[in-house]
Each structure stands twice: as C-alpha cells, then as structure tokens.
C-alpha cells in the first residue's frame, strides 16, 4: 500500500492540489525538456575531441602497413579486434570490427538468419514458419522494434536484479523450437540498470533448447560504463557456453558509442569459429570493408583496456551527479508512492509508479513541457501490462536542466498518484 491510500480524503486532495499548483507554475514558465533517450551530453562528446587529430594524410598505416584509406581487413584491422579483446576478454580472432552501430550489426544478424540460417541450423528462420523471440522486459526497445520489423513473434520474459527469470526461460526453449533466440543486455541493463548474476549467465550459457539453431543475442552496450570506482562483474558467456558445448549458441555484441562517439564509434561481433566460418562468406558479399580511418583512430586514442577505464571514468563524473540529482529528488518525493532502481552503471533509471499511472504522468509530463520515452516502449509491441514502467534518461540535459525536469516529474507522479487514490475511494 502506498503511503496515500493510508491518508484521509482531505490529506490526499490537498497533495493533488499542491502538486497541480506546482506544475501549473512551471507551465507559465514554458519549459521544454527531454529525457527520452540515453544519449551522451556535447560535455561528454568533448572528452574524444583529440581523437579528430589522430590520423593526419601522412599517417594512415596500420600496424602491418595496410593504408586505412584504401580497400581491405573485413574483419577489421588487427589492432582495433586486440583493443576490443583486451577490454572485453574474447580472443581477438573472433572479434570482427564493423561500423559504428552495434544495432546495425544486431539487425544485420537477425536479417542473415532469416535470410540464410545459422550455423547448425537446418534452413533459414525466415522459411520455417512462425519465429519467435525471448525479449526480457522491460527491455530495449530497439530490439523489439528489429524483431517487430521482421514478423518475428516476442515472448516477454520477466526481468529480476539478477537477470532474466531464467525459470521461465528454460522451459519454453526446452518445449518450443520455434524459439530462435532471446535478447540479453546483461550488464547495467536497458532501462533498469540491472547485472546479471554468476548463476544466470550460466544458466543462459547452459541452455538446453528444442532448437538446433538457437541464439542469445548478448548485447553488451555498457561493458565498461560503471558509475563509481568499484568495477561491476559480469561473468563470461563465452566461458560458460563453452563450458557445457554451447559456444555457437552465443552471438555477442559490443559498441564505443557511449565511450567516444554515438554517430562515430565502433562496433563489433564476436562469435565462435563455426560461427564465423559461416557469417564471413555473407558478410563479404555485403561489404569490402569498414571504415578502417576510424579504427586507427580509435585505437591511437584509447590505446588498451587502461585508456579505455580512463575516459571511462571523466565521463562518469560528468553523468554521476545526474543519476544521483535523480535518484535524491526520488527520495525526497516519492519514496512510499513509487519505486525506482539505482543503477551502479549505465544510462537509465527506471521508475515504477503505481499501475495504471504510467501513461497520465507521461500525459501530465508532456502538458508541462518534459518530454519522456513512450509509454509501453520497454514492453514489446509497445504494451506495458501494468502501465507502471517510465525508462529516465538523465545524461543528456544539462545538470540544471535535468534537475528542473525531475521535479516536475515528481510532480506529476504525484498528481496521478492522487488522482488514482481518490478515484479508487470515491
């Protein structure tokens, strides 16, 4: 029970009065703020700003003399996959660097199994009827829109603190082939932060499936993104899988968009060699190579795995104060009323009001000029069943801003919280 439902009538109609005061304040003051994506603040795009002055006309030789300017290296050059290798602790042969969008190289994935299959699979996904998805939810919803995309049908799975109900998620690939694979984010997860514990990542490593051509596709978008000191763990899923024959079941993605640049990074795949023998003949129709400029300059700017927890650590202090702006004005507003994750890493805190008041505080939201994330977008097809799920992404706004877009949020929580209270005992 919330705090309000144990107040009298008049206690709770004069909160709603408070908050509508309030917020019709801010409204005079025609604000307009945005929260809907997890986007890098220009602070933090300023941290890579010398890597512009890395590759000059003179210098654009890779390490075994390649010139990065002409054809060549579809699997990337040689340093950038040892630079990926060193900081994610996959071996650099089954690293393959792409552009700069791990969603591009996730979607390129997908659209190749329906097309051609995958390793060990009897025919392509796209000729063998109805295809479904696991999609832990909430989730990103992104991947929901790749799979939505493609008439892939979703399964939601229920997210934990420590991971995917992995209960559930046993089952149905055990009794399901038509279950071709499930979306993973399993470090500081999309939208709440969450890390997958030892015992699940196992588990998932472990998967016994109906399908011969199952696939995790483990998108591990905030490996390095710690908001403090102490670095998070996330166990190995390539050891894992291995560990029990599994390895061609994983499909593992990476980017630097939130290291260096989101519209300039770098992206990669990695996968086992079966797995790779099988994609290279494919990827090569499709490309002669990748901007090969950018992975030098990439790997001259961030050098190893140490230079990478350097910038790592300059944009956490930028984006800490915000997560913890947010989660101070949740204390002090809502506790009682709401729930919230505080995330150790990542982009996004997640913000659980009361069911059925997720979509009237985006309403309320919107008329006082802060703009959030859809309603429903961490859910596939855009169905949040308890309408109670608001993905906050604090990086972008400036400090000011976002403390200002906050407290009218609360606001509004506030309002609809009262709303439902005195709707519900009238």
Request: glycine content about 8%; proline content about 5%.
């Amino acid at each position: 029970m919330n705090k309000m439902e144990a107040m009298k009538r008049e206690t709770v109609q004069a909160c709603l009065e408070d908050a509508k005061e309030k917020l019709a304040h801010w409204k005079e003051k025609g604000v307009s703020l945005d929260l809907t994506r997890g986007k890098p603040s220009r602070e933090q795009l300023d941290l890579s700003s010398p890597m512009l002055e890395m590759v000059k006309g003179d210098s654009c030789l890779a390490q075994d003399g390649l010139d990065c300017r002409n054809y060549g290296s579809l699997e990337g050059l040689p340093e950038a996959r040892a630079l990926f290798s060193s900081v994610l602790g996959i071996p650099a042969e089954n690293i393959i660097i792409g552009g700069n969008s791990s969603l591009n190289l996730m979607y390129d994935t997908m659209a190749r199994a329906m097309l051609f299959g995958v390793y060990g699979g009897k025919a392509p996904w796209g000729r063998q009827g109805t295809v479904k998805f696991l999609c832990p939810s909430p989730g990103y919803d992104r991947h929901f829109t790749v799979c939505e995309t493609m008439g892939i049908e979703m399964i939601p799975v229920e997210m934990t603190p420590q991971g995917p109900d992995m209960d559930t998620v046993e089952r149905l690939v055990a009794e399901d082939s038509s279950i071709k694979g499930m979306w993973c984010v399993p470090k500081f997860s999309n939208p709440q932060g969450y890390t997958y514990c030892d015992e699940v990542v196992e588990r998932i490593g472990a998967l016994q499936c109906a399908a011969d051509d199952f696939r995790v596709f483990w998108d591990n978008a905030y490996a390095v993104h710690e908001l403090y000191d102490e670095t998070v763990p996330l166990a190995d899923i390539f050891a894992c899988a291995k560990k029990y024959g599994k390895e061609d079941q994983i499909f593992y993605f990476a980017s630097t968009s939130k290291i260096t640049y989101s519209g300039a990074g770098l992206a990669l795949f990695a996968a086992s060699d079966n797995n790779l023998r099988q994609i290279k003949p494919y990827l090569s129709a499709q490309t002669i190579g990748p901007d090969k400029l950018n992975q030098l300059r990439h790997v001259r700017f961030l050098r190893d795995a140490k230079g990478v927890r350097e910038i790592m650590r300059r944009h956490a202090a930028i984006i800490r104060p915000k997560f913890e702006a947010v989660i101070r004005a949740f204390r002090e507003n809502l506790t009682d009323i709401a729930q919230w994750t505080e995330p150790r890493g990542g982009y996004f805190i997640d913000l659980m009001v009361e069911p059925g008041c997720a979509k009237r505080v985006y309403a309320l939201a919107a008329d006082a000029g802060v703009k959030l994330t859809d309603v429903g977008a961490t859910y596939p097809y855009g169905k949040d069943p308890k309408d109670m799920h608001l993905r906050i992404a604090p990086t972008f706004p400036s400090y000011d801003a976002l403390v200002q877009a906050i407290d009218i949020l609360c606001l509004c929580v506030i309002q609809a919280t009262a709303e439902k209270v005195l709707l519900e005992n009238s």
